[in-house]
């Protein structure tokens, strides 16, 4: 089997690995589980990181270059690695991300806004998910309720920061600035979506507009003709 055929036979799959895991996250975080309970989510969890782990070594396996692959796919290593760290465990949802994106690219820019709206709503809620995680029992929080978490995630990721809600834990601060660059990425990805429609309509309207000067042209050189034959005639 090839690699692209690998890819193409998981990726929806690994997004519902995914899509498993964030339910079960979600689970976790907002419901604070304690003993039973909470070990058969950890269980749940750690079985979606071991399907991606083996999708990683699958791939490294298949690939034509290996070292070069490696080297080029360190972003993938992470999403394999770093959710070993509880709350950097939500880096496998960019599968889902990458699906979302994907779909996007092939049904052209009609469905980029279903992308930047599935993505920006997944990233709130993630990001909601994660700084309550890390905060909730940190002394001196403000950030303590799932309500409160999704509060803050929507005024930093509209980079508004009323400052109501912070982060006093370390880990909750990188949450913020992930949360914040990925706020800005996302305006990027529109504001350059609508730059290309609108390129786009001008380039098509010089087209038409060309074709119709194009036919004016045809028409007129048509007519110059028989008025020629015309002349013609008559001078004979």
Do not use: C
């Not at 991606?52 to 692959?69: I, P």
């Not at 940190?138 to 995630?153: H, K, Q, S």
């Amino acid at each position: 089997m090839t690699q692209a055929r690998w890819q193409q036979l998981t990726e929806w799959p690994l997004a519902i690995v995914a899509a498993i895991f964030l339910a079960t996250y979600a689970w976790e975080v907002i419901a604070d589980l304690q003993g039973p309970e909470a070990m058969a989510a950890e269980v749940i969890i750690w079985t979606t990181w071991g399907v991606f782990l083996l999708d990683y070594f699958v791939n490294l396996s298949l690939a034509r270059e290996r070292w070069r692959w490696f080297y080029t796919h360190l972003f993938d290593l992470a999403i394999v690695v770093l959710p070993m760290l509880r709350p950097l465990r939500l880096l496998r949802l960019v599968t889902i991300l990458a699906v979302l994106q994907k779909t996007a690219g092939r049904a052209f820019r009609g469905r980029v806004s279903i992308y930047v709206a599935g993505a920006a709503s997944l990233l709130v809620f993630t990001a909601a998910l994660a700084v309550l995680d890390s905060e909730r029992h940190a002394p001196g929080a403000t950030i303590t309720t799932f309500g409160d978490a999704l509060w803050w995630a929507f005024v930093t990721i509209t980079t508004v920061g009323y400052g109501d809600f912070t982060p006093v834990t370390e880990t909750g601060r990188f949450i913020a600035v992930g949360l914040m660059v990925g706020g800005i990425a996302m305006l990027g990805v529109v504001t350059a979506t609508l730059a290309s429609w609108i390129v786009e309509r001008v380039a098509l309207t010089e087209d038409h507009a060309r074709t119709a000067t194009r036919g004016q042209i045809r028409e007129l050189s048509a007519q110059i003709e028989q008025l020629q034959e015309m002349l013609e005639k008559r001078s004979a």
